[in-house]
């Protein structure tokens, strides 16, 4: 049985306890709406440890003014049956007023990383994404917590904060879980009308089509690239934030493709704002 | 006997064992050069806790350009003798590679109460303190950490932090200690000369003749704060940053005096910056 929480206290009191008795503690973030993707993340949590603790919580700091805060996809009946199917132990859904109380003032940044790729289109984003994370963090003190690829820059920051500020927590980064026709899983893709989410397979067809070019042993960033976004702007209406080919690892643009690489795509299609990569290494 | 210990994951096995036991954990993060006021943090520690985790880090990260961080005291022989002298257990000195290790790019910042103040006088120097502070307890987790009053903006501060990111430490302010004369004990007193710490007095006389004043009916912060300057004027070369009224709980400037209030005081003298501050409640 999975048993919804809604207090940081009783989060801070039922991990106590199960650490009094020697338990591994998993952790997966969400912001709920769930999809493979995130089951896929809970399902390793339950392999990896003794307790997993899932929380839903639509951060309003991590949105930017105009962004979809409110109409982000909210349905906490249906998690809490899927978070119960994937045998999770905590739904931890804290309130906004019980996360960002009255006179909250204190938050984390990070240079270099947030600047880069969505951080130039979003401002302000990462910063809501590592102070929330922290704080759960904190709350749920893990010993494992994990991300999804699709998220990719998101995850290398909070690993970046983790180490930085001395969190004992294992960042795992998981792959990328995909539609049958390739397009990535997303809580946005509800977003999409029907002529939109078809056309929206573009984004990986564009991804995999870099892949094989490089495969074959085209080197050059800008010519990849541009290949990429041919494809892309067949996608009815669409506006590009970027298709990047960047170092896995600082993700700075490169323009010989060599080493670990990370070849990242966002585009906005209507209402819905889709990001998707892919490794080379 | 107190034990040094220089690495970080040495800290984290420490406290796991004592925690295995129940152990109570108590947390005093200082600069070193140790004086009868982090004594008095010590031996509060040790009464309320198990085990008592001392960390002497002279921290760049809070040290403007041109402030005195190459010639902040280091004492480390001393320090231990005084730490085993109130018997705290652990004496955590590491290094600024470990703390600070290359690629380091995550801060913490919080608005409101890092402008006031000394705030206005050390650009980045708050953000230098709750970095290195979120680090040392993500380190140690400590139930209780200690600070002392006559950095109060600072312990404030960390109380705020502590309570917005989810720390589950409770912050224990204490009181002053002064040299007979009344002088604030600081590490940074070794700076004065002869005349000049002779002069130094004027700060806590000062203070005096403001709660002097006040409790003979004096309300208005503007009058109290000309005769204070009138007196610390008389230190010889001295540098006023601020003279302030303020309330207690947000450092925002007062005018008319009720309430629970500070005044508080930053002067340079020669190479020493010194504070000092009483409540008024």
């Given at each position: 049985m999975t048993k919804i929480i809604e207090k940081s206290s009783e989060i801070i009191k039922y991990v106590q306890d199960a650490r009094r008795d020697g338990a591994i503690i998993a952790f997966v973030p969400t912001m709920g709406a769930?999809?493979?993707?995130?089951?896929?993340?809970?399902?390793?949590?339950?392999?990896?440890?003794?307790?997993?603790?899932?929380?839903?919580?639509?951060?309003?700091?991590?949105?930017?003014?105009g962004e979809d805060f409110d109409r982000y996809p909210r349905q906490l009946d249906l998690d809490m049956k899927l978070a119960e199917s994937e045998q999770a132990d905590i739904l931890f859904v804290p309130t906004v007023a019980e996360i960002y109380p009255k006179g909250f003032a204190t938050y984390i940044d990070q240079q270099d990383l947030p600047e880069k790729l969505c951080g130039a289109f979003r401002p302000g984003h990462f910063r809501g994404v590592m102070t929330v994370v922290a704080k759960l963090f904190n709350v749920v003190r893990p010993d494992i917590a994990y991300f999804g690829q699709k998220d990719y820059q998101q995850a290398l920051i909070i690993r970046r904060m983790v180490t930085d500020l001395n969190?004992?927590?294992?960042?795992?980064?998981?792959?990328?879980?995909?539609?049958?026709?390739?397009?990535?899983?997303?809580?946005?893709?509800?977003?999409?009308?029907?002529?939109?989410?078809?056309?929206?397979?573009?984004?990986?067809?564009?991804?995999?089509?870099?892949d094989e070019l490089i495969a074959n042993g085209e080197n050059s960033a800008p010519k990849v690239i541009k290949e990429m976004a041919k494809m892309i702007k067949k996608i009815k209406g669409v506006k590009i934030d970027y298709v990047s080919i960047v170092n896995q690892d600082t993700l700075e643009a490169i323009r010989e493709i060599k080493g670990k690489t990370l070849i990242a795509v966002a585009v906005r299609v209507g209402k819905a704002r889709l990001i998707d990569n892919i490794f080379i290494n």
């Open positions: 769930f999809h493979e993707g995130h089951l896929s993340l809970m399902r390793r949590a339950r392999k990896d440890a003794d307790k997993v603790i899932i929380s839903v919580f639509v951060n309003p700091l991590q949105f930017s003014a969190f004992n927590i294992l960042i795992k980064i998981l792959p990328t879980i995909r539609e049958e026709d390739g397009l990535a899983m997303s809580s946005r893709n509800v977003y999409l009308g029907p002529k939109q989410r078809k056309d929206a397979t573009l984004i990986y067809k564009a991804l995999k089509k870099a």
